[in-house]
């Protein structure tokens, strides 16, 4: 073990030094991926320095995400004491199923839950749970939903037509996980968005009304903190006064800006988040943890319960069921993603936490005072999102991105709202700096000026 960790730690170190210079890794056409790097798996071990060198090529082949000059995903950035966090975890390899083979993993679990929960205004009968990503979190969400909307669906099977809603600019999970969950993916109706891609929600009204009246069941209602293409927010507020009519669940995927909720500056963006029943956040985003750390929690820990526990004494042997978190959660056995935000969180201090959310609306602030300032780019998003989406000179943006890409100078995704597509610069990473965006920037000029368009 301990000549592993040299080799890690001289891995590590290769890493950090390929992210510097070259942060943008050559990429390998999928076509020739194993005629490049040797992958295969043969009868005979690999000798240590052929094994060492096939790592290093592995990285350095590798999309750096936490280079300054990656901007295609809602992730990115590396923060070293949430990495710190998530190496224990590794070390450790606790299953955290149950508090006899996690033991304090379980405490350090229970305490992010409840301070989230506290923060968000959900009271004492709130618990929550980690999933496997942002889309599992939406899928338990409307698991939740649909067994309290009748609990007999969990063993007798789905026999109404049960209705759920989300907006047209919300995550593709959400009908995804209407096909898992027996609903069907024809059940989930597409309410329509502003300009901005927030919810309508007198169309919200309107939807659900036509379905009551066509003796249908509305038992969902799914709003987002944090649309995928343009990082627009929900009105909670608004949406809940419809659902409490009709007493419909009422989930918020904050997924990608959930974390606004340590943020006194930028938490009126989801104002009313106490009137939810579930909310969930993917700390790997706006937090900087590494994949995948996701929380989902509810304002009554009975849903839960009702939804994903399950007996089994060979697993359940010791202490109550409020430390053997099997009983709360999709999977059974399941790593401990918490470890990496408990570190995090832990060295900086909530006040830590609020400065990392806010310097992502920092950056994007600057970099639409940049796009405004400049003639020949066009702006597509607006303030109070840290999705940035341009095109530069008519240029079309996927074309762009992808020679970027191709070039090995920038990483970076393009989007669609409605009619328009277009670049959409990120800025979620942390460790990007004023001058980072300005790079990003001239590099894009550069190359479009020296390239055939």
Not at 13 to 35: M, W
Not at 46 to 54: G, R, S
Not at 373 to 399: M, R
């Amino acid at each position: 073990m301990h000549n592993d960790l040299k080799l890690f730690i001289e891995l590590a170190e290769f890493l950090i030094s390929e992210e510097t210079n070259n942060p943008v890794a050559v990429p390998i056409d999928a076509k020739t991926l194993y005629n490049t790097i040797d992958l295969e798996l043969r009868d005979e071990p690999t000798i240590d320095d052929a094994f060492k060198n096939t790592l290093k090529d592995i990285v350095k082949s590798t999309p750096k995400t936490a280079s300054k000059a990656f901007f295609n995903q809602l992730f990115g950035g590396r923060i070293s004491r949430a990495t710190l966090g998530d190496l224990l975890a590794v070390m450790l390899n606790n299953s955290m199923y149950t508090y006899k083979v996690a033991g304090v993993q379980v405490g350090i679990e229970k305490v992010i839950l409840q301070q989230i929960c506290n923060r968000i205004g959900y009271g004492n009968e709130s618990d929550g749970t980690l999933a496997p990503g942002g889309s599992m979190s939406n899928y338990m969400a409307m698991l939740m939903a649909r067994d309290a909307f009748d609990a007999s669906i969990r063993n007798e099977g789905v026999s109404k037509r049960l209705i759920a809603y989300t907006s047209d600019a919300s995550h593709y999970s959400v009908t995804k996980n209407a096909s898992f969950a027996g609903i069907g993916r024809q059940q989930v109706r597409s309410v329509k968005t502003n300009a901005k891609g927030e919810m309508l929600t007198e169309d919200l009204a309107v939807q659900i009304q036509n379905d009551i009246n066509k003796g249908y069941h509305p038992f969902f209602v799914n709003a987002t903190a944090g649309t995928t293409v343009l990082g627009a927010f929900d009105h909670v507020v608004s949406i809940s006064k419809v659902c409490k009519t009709h007493n419909l669940w009422l989930h918020l995927d904050g997924a990608y800006c959930g974390s606004v909720i340590f943020s006194k500056q930028y938490q009126h963006l989801v104002e009313g988040i106490e009137l939810t029943d579930s909310f969930s956040l993917n700390a790997h985003k706006m937090l900087g943890t590494p994949l995948g750390c996701s929380i989902i929690v509810t304002k009554n820990k009975k849903h839960l319960y009702q939804s994903f526990s399950n007996d089994a004494d060979y697993l359940y042997q010791t202490d109550d069921d409020a430390f053997n978190l099997g009983k709360t959660s999709l999977q059974c056995g399941r790593r401990n993603d918490a470890l990496k935000l408990w570190t995090l969180w832990k060295s900086v201090g909530n006040l830590g936490l609020e400065k990392i959310v806010d310097h992502q609306f920092k950056l994007a602030d600057f970099a639409r005072h940049y796009i405004k300032s400049n003639p020949n780019y066009t702006l597509y998003s607006f303030d109070d999102s840290i999705s940035v989406c341009f095109n530069y000179k008519g240029v079309s943006a996927k074309t762009l991105c992808t020679k970027l890409y191709e070039h090995s100078k920038l990483m970076v995704g393009y989007g669609t709202f409605r009619e328009d597509t277009f670049v959409r610069l990120v800025t979620i990473n942390t460790q990007v700096e004023e001058k980072d965006i300005v790079a990003f920037f001239k590099t894009l000029e550069a190359f479009v000026a020296s390239e055939d368009f």
